[in-house]
């Protein structure tokens, strides 16, 4: 009996940190995000946001998804390098919310910045493909 609960709890455990595939595909995209985000990848910043999209920065400027896509690719705001740490996941459905710190190095309009701000992502499976539908930003 002991050896039942034994390893009924060990497989509760494993079941529990194991990811799910689409927590697999939706951490992909975002570190796709970012090294787009630090490459200025127009390309892929446009696969892997929404049409829809509603880009809010820490500062509170909204951009929508040519306006965001821009910033990155015209230099506006260029990331010259920033991490994601303490990501989580959380699949509800076909929305997946996505939470994370960005740290790094920045050039915004060319003046030399840090970054240390929260993030909110907000993903949504569009015909089998995961989309970024929103983010915000907030100041830590």
């Known amino acids: 009996m002991k050896m039942l609960f034994l390893t009924l709890a060990v497989t509760l455990t494993m079941n529990a940190m194991a990811q799910s595939a689409d927590e697999k595909e939706v951490t992909s ?3 796709s995000m970012r090294m787009a985000m ?3 990848d127009k390309a ?3 696969k892997i946001t929404s049409d829809d999209l ?3 920065h820490s500062s509170g400027l ?3 998804k040519a306006t965001f896509v821009n910033s990155i690719v015209s ?3 260029s990331f010259v390098k920033i991490d994601f740490p303490d990501l989580t996941v959380k699949i509800i459905g076909n929305t997946a919310v996505v939470r994370h710190k960005i740290v790094g190095d920045t050039k915004n309009d060319g003046k030399p910045a840090t970054v240390n701000i929260g993030v909110m992502l907000i993903l949504q ?3 089998s493909q995961w989309r970024i539908i929103a983010r915000q930003a907030y100041k830590l």
């Open 38 to 40: 630090m490459s200025g």
């Open 125 to 127: 499976k569009q015909h």
């Open 54 to 56: 509603t880009y809010v």
């Open 44 to 46: 892929t910043l446009e």
């Open 29 to 31: 995209l975002v570190e």
């Open 75 to 77: 230099g506006k705001f």
């Open 62 to 64: 909204l951009e929508d």
